[in-house]
């Protein structure tokens, strides 16, 4: 089986995450994607060095680029997208099984007839995952939930002895995605960090005795800062942090809904209520917690063994490891 890879090089999560597949799922051929001249992200193509067959696209794929996307290959792997919605219907036509995937909040195509469809979507979270899956097989393609892996090789683990509690801000997104304004009022002597100063200072503003980071140069030093992760954030779907956190020895304090109840124990999480909708492509909920019991809960950490926390959680870390995972994604992929 010949496998392609269309790949991001930028520092975002899906950068990350198709740098992660290269390195485990060994593509014979890799295809960036480079949109960098319509959002100005930096590139890394070091990510891919090595691979038997790298070609670089500039900009969105035109029709020309997927016939040369697709040629020598069995089965494409892709992301979030398809960069061109011609790209399954070609596949198809040149009998290229296709996989993606898919980011919940972006599946607008699969309740569409006049999109064409990949044969396979993987979904790595459990969110949404009724849903897609019903509109999904209703026009021919497969659904297989698997987890988002995490690399404990990149991620060292460190039993904690302490509680310091820490928030990833990340990139401002709708609708205070990663609830900072409610970590910063639950837990005003905590840690921030952003990678926006613009958002950096509007936090000082609002709260002259908040701790604010923005210059970490490898996210994963990030889960050195502190002990335990707290990450109220309002809507579902795959989080990166929370993967690395706990591979790194770190407890996760977030809302109790779906995908986050399905991997955290119950005593880590914190109830949460619907207050909104938007639409980014697809109708998404947007959850809050109260202050209070958020307060509690980061309470509750403070009176707890954190080293055995601390454990709990690179054990947690560990079943949803690539080492655990990688023979399902492969054979997802020879199966499309």
């Known amino acids: 089986m010949r496998l392609t890879l269309l790949a991001v090089a930028s520092e975002t999560g899906l950068g990350y995450q198709t740098k992660a597949y290269y390195k485990h799922l060994k593509p014979d051929k890799v295809v960036i994607i480079d949109i960098s001249d319509l959002n100005g992200q930096k590139q890394h193509y070091e990510w891919y060095d090595g691979a038997k067959d790298l070609i670089t696209v500039k900009g969105i794929p035109t029709d020309k680029d997927l016939e040369l996307i697709l040629q020598d290959t069995d089965v494409l792997l892709t992301a979030e997208t398809a960069y061109n919605l011609n790209l399954y219907r070609l596949a198809k036509q040149k009998g290229v099984k296709t996989v993606c995937v898919e980011n919940p909040e972006f599946y607008d195509h699969v309740k569409y007839p006049q999109y064409d469809m990949p044969d396979v979507i993987i979904l790595p979270s459990v969110w949404m995952l009724d849903e897609i899956t019903r509109h999904a097989n209703s026009r021919g393609t497969k659904v297989v939930q698997i987890h988002h892996p995490v690399d404990l090789d990149e991620i ?97 304090i977030m809302p109790d809904i779906s995908p986050n109840n399905h991997l955290l124990p119950k005593e880590w999480l914190v109830e949460a209520y619907v207050t909104g909708s938007f639409e980014p492509r697809t109708k998404v909920d947007i959850y809050t917690v109260d202050h209070d019991d958020l307060r509690n809960k980061i309470d ?31 054979e997802v992929i020879h199966a499309a």
């Open 156 to 252: 060292a683990f460190t039993e904690r002895t302490s509680c310091k509690f820490i928030h990833i801000a990340g990139k401002p997104a709708a609708h205070d995605r990663n609830g900072t304004w409610d970590f910063l009022t639950a837990c005003p002597d905590g840690l921030v960090t952003t990678q926006s100063s613009d958002l950096a200072t509007v936090i000082r503003q609002r709260y002259r005795h908040a701790r604010v980071l923005t210059n970490i140069d490898d996210p994963k030093k990030l889960y050195q800062l502190a002990d335990v992760l707290v990450l109220p954030r309002k809507y579902g779907g795959n989080c990166l942090p929370l993967n690395e956190a706990l591979a790194s020895g770190m407890p996760v």
């Open 300 to 330: 509750w950490f403070r009176q707890q063994n954190i080293a055995e926390q601390s454990r709990r959680a690179r054990s947690l870390a560990e079943t949803i490891s690539w080492e655990h995972l990688k023979d399902r994604y492969l």
